[in-house]
Nanobody
Framework: QVQLVESGGGLVQPGGSLRLSCAAS????????MGWYLQPPGNERELVAT???????MYAESVKGRFTISRDNAKTTVSLQMNNLEPGDTAVYYC??????????????WGQGTQVTVSA
């Protein structure tokens, strides 16, 4: 089992910045991929930014140039620096991790979600 603990959400004015962090802990062999998704009200979760299994990064088109994902050397903590926030960024943000267990199977884990609200 893997636990994902998120922090950093909140209320910010348009044009402001927030930083989200997510730390993975528990029993796993290796974190295969890790990133952030958002879920607007009434819609499904969609990718914001992630580290892929090859170590590269992927971003949603809407956040390119504004958001930056980073991780620690152990690859168990990811952060999302969100700059120039827009009202359309308002959503619950979820941390995701694909973690390999001892049998090399990749299991999916989600954090509890953190609210980001961009409003004047």
């Amino acid at each position: 089992q893997v636990q994902l603990v998120e922090s950093g959400g909140g209320l910010v004015q348009p044009g402001g910045s927030l930083r989200l962090s997510c730390a993975a802990s528990g029993r796993f062999f290796r974190i295969n991929s890790m990133g952030w998704y958002l879920q607007p009200p009434g819609n499904e979760r969609e990718l914001v930014a992630t580290f892929t299994s090859s170590g590269s990064t992927m971003y949603a088109e809407s956040v390119k140039g504004r958001f930056t994902i980073s991780r620690d050397n152990a690859k168990t903590t990811v952060s999302l620096q969100m700059n120039n926030l827009e009202p359309g960024d308002t959503a619950v943000y979820y941390c995701y991790a694909g973690a390999r267990d001892s049998s090399w199977k990749v299991n999916d884990y989600w954090g509890q979600g953190t609210q980001v609200t961009v409003s004047a």
